[in-house]
């Protein structure tokens, strides 16, 4: 009889490798996240009391900017969102699931244009050849899971679906919400399209996660051509023994975009827009 060989994954990984390999980043990250959410703010989050780096001189005109917020879903800003036990701790710290709704709410009271960039997987998705590390853990735990690209079934208070406060401000009509990432970056959605053809070349930037999908935006729409202004308290990464996510994509926010600001900030500069 031929002996049955152990099936693998399609990138070289057990079943019960991934399960171990997750079941310890949950069960280490759960543990920071559970840790008091009242305590001091992280020191390594402040700004620096002697900046080096150059001002910022941007501008918004309102004919030309929009609010973009990058994978406002369940899965990353829900308690019970796949992703929750290791950027649970950093959300909170920051308030996002708030201020990411005072971003919303501003832009759509100044009537300006709001981008939703979200970020889907489908069956076709899994059966990928090859995958780097957070590819490997989303497709293992089933993160922004949706049975087919034209099949919503399921959708409605899943993972993948928006974070409900949200829906108000995305389901009217206006927002544009584009086809999916599926990696990081915005390279293989049709995001950058959709700003050209509204002649947008300044964008808000929000949402998830501050050093993967949100700072991939970054970069490709600056390269682009396109001056962004990064809201830094309107995102949060995953804390996990390999490295603070947050902290990672703060460094480069500020030494990369046109402009950092807090969620304060930045509703007090859309509200006080001259048309």
């Known amino acids: 009889m031929t002996k049955q060989k152990t099936r693998q994954s399609p ?29 001091t703010p992280n020191s390594a989050y402040a700004e620096p009391e002697k900046a080096t780096l150059p001002a910022s001189n941007m501008q ?14 369940n899965d990353f800003l829900h308690e019970k969102g796949m992703a929750w036990g290791v950027v649970g701790k950093s959300v909170t710290e920051h308030n996002v699931v708030q201020h990411i709704e005072d971003l919303l709410k501003a832009a759509k009271s100044a009537n300006l244009p709001v981008f939703i960039s979200p970020h889907y997987y489908f069956p076709h998705d899994h059966k990928w050849k090859f995958e780097g590390a957070l590819e490997k853990v989303m497709h293992a735990i089933g993160m922004f899971d949706r049975p087919g690209s ?18 108000p401000y995305i389901n009217d009509g ?21 700003l050209r053809k509204q002649r947008i070349d300044q964008v808000i930037l929000a949402g998830m996660s501050a050093n993967l999908c949100l700072e991939s935006h970054m970069r490709s729409l600056l390269e682009a051509g396109i001056e962004v202004a990064v809201v ?13 996510g947050y902290l990672a994509a ?4 500020r030494m990369i975009a046109d ?4 969620t304060d900030e930045t509703v007090w500069i859309i509200e006080n827009l001259e048309r």
């Open 11 to 39: 990138v070289g990984y057990s079943p019960i490798a991934v399960a171990l390999l997750l079941a310890l980043i949950v069960a280490l990250s759960t543990a920071w996240a559970g840790a008091d959410s009242a305590s």
């Open 60 to 73: 918004i005109d309102p004919l030309r900017v929009a609010l973009m917020v990058v994978d406002p879903q």
């Open 150 to 167: 034209l099949d919503v079934s399921g959708l409605e208070g899943s993972g993948a679906d928006l974070v409900r406060r949200y829906k």
């Open 174 to 194: 206006k927002t544009v919400i584009t086809s999916p990432h599926k990696v990081y970056g915005p390279e293989q959605n049709d995001l950058v399209l959709q």
């Open 232 to 244: 830094k308290d309107a995102t949060a990464g995953a804390i996990i023994p390999e490295g603070d």
């Open 250 to 253: 703060l460094i480069n926010f």
């Open 259 to 262: 402009a950092v600001w807090s």
